[in-house]
């Protein structure tokens, strides 16, 4: 049975830096693709950053040089490190699993992961 659980969030000013951990269990790294959703309330999920088996990642846009997604095998943790934070990074950040035996591709839609974590808050002041 899979499970996560996020954790690290909190209240920090514009510019300060966090870092959300994931723990995992029930999977291992190197067949899941993991990824890290950011939901502000009546909005949708969208997805912040994925590393896929471990290994190559992905980011949005708008958190390119700033987010860095990483994974400890050993710990079997998945790691969000958010620098340079803006109020605009606002909201409820989720770990998510989906299971990727194959391919290259990098699945950025909510409804692609089966698996999701609780959830932790992460709230930026200006």
């Known amino acids: 049975q899979v499970q996560l659980a996020e954790s690290g969030g909190g209240l920090v000013q514009a510019g300060d830096s966090l870092r959300l951990s994931c723990a995992a269990s029930?999977?291992?790294?190197?067949?899941?693709?993991m990824a890290w959703f950011r939901q502000v309330p009546g909005k949708e999920r969208e997805c912040v950053a994925v590393?896929?088996?471990?290994?190559?990642?992905f980011y949005a846009d708008s958190e390119k040089g700033r987010f860095t997604i990483s994974g400890d095998n050993a710990k079997n943790t998945v790691y969000l490190q958010m620098n340079s934070l803006k109020p605009e990074d606002t909201g409820v950040y989720y770990c998510?699993?989906?299971?990727?035996?194959?391919?290259?591709?990098?699945?950025?839609?909510?409804?692609?992961?089966?698996?999701w974590g609780q959830g932790t808050q992460v709230t930026v002041s200006s």
């Open positions: 029930g999977l291992t790294f190197s067949s899941y693709a």
């Open positions: 590393i896929l088996r471990n290994t190559d990642t």
């Open positions: 998510a699993a989906r299971l990727t035996l194959y391919g290259t591709a990098f699945h950025s839609a909510a409804r692609e992961y089966a698996y």
